[in-house]
């Protein structure tokens, strides 16, 4: 077996990538990444203008087909229209990421006391974070199962779906104005991504559907010199992670260099959770 053909492994010419949360922080890279190893992609977003005007980029750089498309991954006649229009504008599906997720619009419900959280907020966070996994995952799979040629779901979890936070890390950190911390929603939404990945790598295994996950640790964006030098203390290579460091991982799952690989949970933490 030659080089060559191990280079090959990592090539996605002519497959197509739906990538949701496409124009967030980390799905920007994601995409770009797809892009740069020949994917035809679908940019999902709920923010359509930023996600087709992304998309224009990246094909204008690359030269594939690479479109956006609106998607509110909470409500299924949304996701189903989604997965529809990518089919008929690209004629398959061969790579999803599950990438979406967010936060909340209230940043002072959002980061409550476990105490005092509110079940409203609770159910918010819930509903997108793991109700639009769900969503997005039965539908792509239902059209990959009827499809007939297999494919690569890779969804995106946290460190904090795999591990307790140190709170310590949190004393004079701020986001946006708001003392910061990592919400008990946020941290079990986030570990039911993991729960769900492992069903479904089982339940499509037989349709050579791979399904794994992503489990970033902390990604600089936007937190303030103190959380950062916190944050960092508790790192074995004693820094946060810059965004397109966590992209490899993604191209390694999609494409065939991990034929064999399915139900796993690759952790890109700089050692935070062999602590």
Not at 33 to 41: K, S
Not at 118 to 130: G, K
Request: hydrophobic share 40%; proline share 3%; aromatic share 10%.
């Amino acid at each position: 077996m030659s080089y060559n053909h191990f280079k090959k492994l990592f090539d996605l010419t002519g497959k197509t990538a739906i990538v949701t949360g496409g124009v967030g922080i980390l799905g920007k890279q994601f995409c770009t990444i797809l892009a740069e190893f020949g994917a035809n992609i679908a940019v999902v977003d709920l923010q359509y203008e930023i996600a087709q005007e992304f998309a224009i980029d990246l094909e204008s750089k690359y030269g594939q087909k690479i479109k956006g498309f609106h998607c509110d991954v909470t409500n299924p006649t949304s996701v189903e229209k989604m997965v529809n229009d990518v089919v008929e504008t690209f004629g398959r599906i061969d790579i999803l990421h599950n990438n979406a997720a967010g936060k909340s619009n209230n940043l002072s419900n959002f980061f409550a006391p476990f105490e005092e959280y509110d079940l409203d907020q609770w159910n918010q966070i819930m509903d997108i974070n793991i109700g639009g996994m769900f969503l997005v995952a039965k539908f792509v799979g239902r059209y990959m199962v009827a499809q007939k040629k297999g494919g690569s779901i890779i969804q995106t979890s946290s460190i904090y779906g795999i591990m307790g936070p140190d709170n310590r890390i949190y004393e004079g950190s701020n986001y946006l104005g708001h003392q910061i911390n990592t919400p008990a929603v946020y941290a079990t939404s986030k570990s039911a991504v993991v729960g769900l990945t492992k069903f479904l790598s089982t339940y499509w295994a037989s349709k050579s559907i791979r399904v794994n996950t992503i489990t970033p640790g902390g990604v600089e964006s936007g937190q303030n010199d103190t959380f950062i030098n916190n944050y960092s203390k508790r790192v074995p290579m004693q820094r946060m992670a810059k965004p397109q460091e966590i992209a490899g991982a993604l191209l390694y799952l999609a494409s065939d260099a991990s034929s064999y690989v399915t139900g796993q949970n690759i952790i890109i933490d700089g050692g935070l959770s062999a602590w």
